[in-house]
């Protein structure tokens, strides 16, 4: 089966059952957006934050503790937003803002801004030799034993000649990524001039819960697409018969079912994944439904009971941990984390966030990466990360990896 993401109804409205437009065109700079195919929301100020940001044993802890301080200050339904780090070690970045909008996803909005301007000075972290190297050093701990995948990504530094228009850049990636997750969330350290956001387009949803249904959607194993139609669906065809990516898809899911059945019933784990498209990958789908065992268990709970899931970690976990540390040479911050909201009710949406960059003044981070298994080639993984590099440079205006 083939498709793309299916956007579902959306519930934002305006009185009289209106459905409001998308409120991304209003976007300012600083201000936290996150939109799906379900809908968008723009939260602009803070009404309440943590006094600071450490790590939390329990984000829902962090989030009921917000929302409450939040209501005794008159704030109206209140929604807590935000991101949270790959390494559990990373201070969660969670608030309530002072305002929030919801509307439509942004698809097809008119006036998309052009590119980016300007010339791009270039860095590789870490240099490709490493990258390459790394993951043959993988795969033979994979062969030795005791791993079964590891996911190994780099970071393309590109800095430009002037402050980077956040606001452009997700009009650009809600452009090209219409059933895609864009996001804009401040990840500034304490006492960081100026201010440094994340930002992406990321084809994958980790949790969604709306009253009792629990919806996660992993993707594994992947495809880069290709201009020409012929080639496009032979590369797609080829991603379906991969005995290699199967097997890194079932691995995925099978650990995010383990860890969902305790907080499920009616869990529906499809047995063959689909195959699904973005404007510069496929990628082996599979749509996880369950139903909340326990009514008290929010959306946030639930992303952390699943993350990291093994499409951005590795299987088993710790091992993969560690090579992940050695290999990469530096911190992925909250790359392969959680993006999204959560509200009074427990409902909220999160996901990985990947296809991403974090940007601070005229300087962007791009991040991609790749699940190694047995079988895997460096070179392979290589075009891999280039490819889903395409995401957020064509958002930039660049057409490939400088």
């Known amino acids: 089966m083939t498709g793309q993401l299916t956007p579902p109804e959306v519930t934002a409205e305006r009185p009289g059952g209106v459905p409001a437009p998308s409120p991304l065109p209003g976007y300012r700079h600083g201000d936290y957006f996150f939109s799906s195919p379900y809908g968008s929301l723009l939260g602009r100020g803070t009404a309440v934050a943590p006094a600071e940001a450490e790590p939390a044993d329990r984000w ?33 970045r969670l608030l ?45 701990a994979i062969g030795a034993g005791g791993l079964e995948k590891v996911v190994l990504s ?45 930002v992406g ?17 992993p993707l594994a194993g992947s495809a880069a697409r290709h201009p020409d139609p012929v080639t496009d669906r032979a590369r797609a065809a080829a991603l379906v018969a991969s005995e290699k990516d199967r097997r890194e898809h079932r691995a995925v899911v099978d650990d995010l079912a383990a860890r969902l059945a305790p907080l499920c019933t009616d869990l529906v784990v499809p047995p063959e994944p689909v195959l699904v498209r973005t404007p510069s990958m496929w990628h082996l789908s599979t749509r996880v439904t369950g139903t909340v065992r326990d009514p008290g268990t929010g959306s946030l ?21 560690d090579l992940i540390a050695a290999a990469e040479g530096y911190d992925r911050r909250y790359y392969t984390g959680v993006v999204g909201w959560t509200d009074g009710r427990g409902d909220g949406e999160w996901a990985i966030v990947l296809r991403c960059a974090e940007v601070r003044g005229a300087a962007l981070r791009l991040y991609a990466g790749g699940g190694i298994v047995a079988g895997s ?23 490939a990896e400088p």
């Open 301 to 321: 709970d639930v992303a952390q009971a699943l993350h990291p899931t093994p499409a951005v970690g590795g299987v088993p976990l710790g091992a993969a941990r």
């Open 96 to 140: 309530v803002p002072r305002r929030v909008q919801r509307g439509r996803p942004p698809r097809w909005l008119p006036g998309v801004p052009p590119a980016l301007p300007g010339r791009w000075r270039v860095g590789h972290t870490p240099p490709v030799p490493d990258y390459l190297a790394g993951v043959a050093a993988a795969v033979r």
């Open 201 to 217: 387009a990321s084809p994958e949803l980790l949790v969604s819960r709306r009253g009792t249904a629990v919806v996660s959607n």
């Open 60 to 92: 829902s802890d962090t989030a009921s503790s917000l929302l409450a301080t939040a209501r005794a200050t008159g704030v109206p339904e209140p929604v807590v937003v935000g991101a949270l780090g790959f390494d559990p070690a990373t201070p969660p």
């Open 154 to 198: 780099r970071a393309l530094d590109l800095t430009g000649d002037g402050p980077v228009p956040i606001g452009a850049l997700l009009r650009r990636l809600a452009d090209r990524n219409a059933c895609g997750h864009v996001f804009a969330a401040d990840v500034s350290d304490p006492g960081e001039p100026g201010t440094r956001m994340l």
């Open 377 to 399: 080639e460096p070179g392979a993984e290589l075009a891999e990360t280039r490819a889903k590099f395409r995401t957020f440079l064509d958002a930039v205006g660049l057409d």
